[in-house]
């Protein structure tokens, strides 16, 4: 279903844009159209590449421990009650592990923060295998 998008903008920026887009046989819904899906696919291609580093760092962290089986089953269980009901307190939990270990902490770390689907990246990586494109 289609929906309309009501926007504000000055009269002579209005009629600016609809000239340039005349003089270029460009319709200006068509313009605001593809500008918005190349705004969403950027922004898309930004949480993936930041979902990937968040999971190499959960997976650093984990070589830190030793391994998957060295890391502390009561901080990843910790870990995941926070990631369904706080991301403050995922993030600050990271930060005091990383801080516990005398581990310098990635700046990735604090997009844990920014939502489930980020912390659950990094705790992924953090219990997960080897990224198929690690260093």
Same mark, same amino acid.
Request: hydrophobic share 35%; no cysteine; aromatic share 8%.
């Given at each position: 279903? +289609?929906? =309309?998008? %009501?926007?504000?903008?000055?009269? +002579? /920026?209005? #009629?600016? @844009?609809? %000239? *340039? *887009?005349? #003089? =270029? ?21 930004? =949480?993936?590449?930041?979902?990937? +580093?968040l999971y190499l760092?959960?997976?650093? /962290?984990? !070589?830190? @421990? ?11 269980? !910790?870990?995941?009650? %926070?990631s369904l009901t =706080? !991301?403050?307190? @995922?993030?600050? $939990? ?8 005398? $581990? ?13 689907a980020f912390s659950?990246? @990094?705790?992924?990586? $953090? ?9």
């Amino acid at each position: 279903m +289609d929906t =309309n998008l %009501h926007i504000r903008l000055s009269k +002579d /920026l209005k #009629e600016s @844009f609809q %000239h *340039a *887009a005349k #003089e =270029n046989n460009k319709d200006t819904s068509s313009l605001v159209r593809e500008w918005i899906i190349s705004y969403v696919t950027e922004h898309e291609k930004a =949480n993936e590449a930041t979902a990937a +580093d968040l999971y190499l760092a959960g997976y650093e /962290l984990q !070589q830190a @421990f030793g391994g998957r089986e060295q890391v502390n089953k009561e901080l990843a269980k !910790q870990l995941q009650e %926070h990631s369904l009901t =706080n !991301q403050k307190e @995922f993030t600050q $939990l990271i930060l005091s592990t990383y801080l516990d270990l005398d $581990l310098t902490i990635p700046s990735i770390v604090s997009k844990t923060s920014q939502g489930y689907a980020f912390s659950q990246m @990094f705790l992924l990586g $953090l219990l997960g295998d080897k990224p198929k494109d690690a260093r």
